[in-house]
T-cell receptor, first 110, second 114 residues
Framework: DAKTTQPPSMDCAEGRAANLPCNHSTISGNEYVYWYRQIHSQGPQYIIH???NNETNEMASLIITEDRKSSTLILPHATLRDTAVYYC???????????FGKGTRLSVIA | EAGVAQSPRYKIIEKRQSVAFWCNPISGHATLYWYQQILGQGPKLLIQ????????DSQLPKDRFSAERLKGVDSTLKIQPAKLEDSAVYLC????????????FGAGTRLSVL
């Protein structure tokens, strides 16, 4: 079973920041937080991951709370093409497979 | 860099028929995964390969599903015979071996069993 809890859906106005929350209260010390997204009719796409420090790349920022029990994915300027299902996944490093929950369906509205 | 290639993109069969899916991972990726995604749900792992060896097939329904990766590169997933509940998208993913291990996914094969 997935170790994370996410809201089933969210809306965001185009051009605004999208903040997607994720709870992972049972995360272990060696487990990372990964975010993937899945645009309609495509395979999941890697966005970002982190252990305990905040991370930023060209796609998004990941903010992890100090106790590591929750995190927030931030899309700084959402566009219509960011409409997708966003999955927050907790997993140890190495070759362990991804365990997906149902994710958050983000709708970016013009 | 070429991504994970899968074929066919769509397949429609009748129940009790057989079907096979093909996956070509990103060059150099030793680890290959097959996931099943039922409509409205997240993907679920079916089988994981490391080179041409099976690492985890605990969730593969072995009475009807089989998979192979004979030369440690391409992989095929087969269903024989198919059931109505096998209707799903079958996703292939690959990754390097190592701590970072970002998985890259193909576009998937959408199977409809009638």
């Amino acid at each position: 079973d997935a170790k994370t809890t996410q809201p089933p859906s969210m809306d965001c106005a185009e051009g605004r920041a999208a903040n997607l929350p994720c709870n992972h209260s049972t995360i272990s010390g060696n487990e990372y937080v990964y975010w993937y997204r899945q645009i309609h009719s495509q395979g999941p796409q890697y966005i970002i991951h982190g252990l305990k420090n905040n991370e930023t790349n060209e796609m998004a920022s990941l903010i992890i709370t100090e106790d590591r029990k929750s995190s927030t994915l931030i899309l700084p300027h959402a566009t219509l093409r960011d409409t997708a299902v966003y999955y927050c996944i907790v997993r140890a490093s190495g070759n362990t497979p991804l365990v997906f929950g149902k994710g958050t369906r983000l709708s970016v509205i013009a | 860099e070429a991504g994970v290639a899968q074929s066919p993109r769509y397949k429609i069969i009748e129940k009790r028929q057989s079907v096979a899916f093909w996956c070509n991972p990103i060059s150099g990726h030793a680890t290959l995964y097959w996931y099943q995604q039922i409509l409205g749900q997240g993907p679920k792992l079916l089988i994981q390969f490391q080179n041409n060896g099976v690492v985890d097939d605990s969730q593969l329904p072995k009475d009807r599903f089989s998979a192979e990766r004979l030369k440690g590169v391409d992989s095929t997933l087969k269903i024989q015979p198919a059931k109505l509940e096998d209707s799903a998208v079958y996703l292939c993913a690959s990754s390097f071996t190592g701590a970072k291990n970002i998985q890259y996914f193909g576009a998937g094969t959408r199977l409809s069993v009638l």
